[in-house]
């Protein structure tokens, strides 16, 4: 079964920055919003940011706005999460998931698909 995989995740200090990667390939994502959500423990998980398919439209949630900067590059089947001034509470394992359309239409974890594995992002303070 096809999945995004996504890597770039670490440890970091509080105030840095991390860019995430998520491979992704053929039609089966490019035709299509991707979005990157995040857990932490004993948590639900959460809507981070989208990109609609051409990639000229985002959302973000509130607590990353300003900080956070979803993009994806479709020539090289790449979605990416570029985090800066990262804070402790940004703790999480963050996935890539398609969204519905091709279009930024949803924030709901239940309405995304093709889910990858995940990637560790810890913040110490």
């Known amino acids: 079964q096809v999945q995004p995989v996504e890597s770039g995740g670490g440890l970091v200090q509080a105030g840095g920055s991390l860019r995430l990667s998520c491979t992704v390939s053929g039609r089966t994502f490019s035709n299509y919003a991707m979005a990157w ?36 590059d479709n020539g090289k089947d790449m979605v990416y999460l570029q985090m800066n001034s990262l804070k402790p509470e940004d703790t999480a394992v963050y996935y890539c998931a398609r969204g519905p359309t091709r279009y930024v ?16 992002v810890t913040v110490s303070s």
């Open 37 to 72: 959500f995040r857990q932490a423990p004993g948590k639900e998980r959460e809507f981070v940011a989208a990109i609609s398919w051409s990639g000229r439209s985002t959302d973000y949630a509130d607590p990353v706005k300003g900080r956070f900067t979803i993009s994806r």
């Open 105 to 120: 239409s949803s924030r709901y974890p239940g309405q995304h698909d093709y889910w990858g594995q995940g990637t560790q």
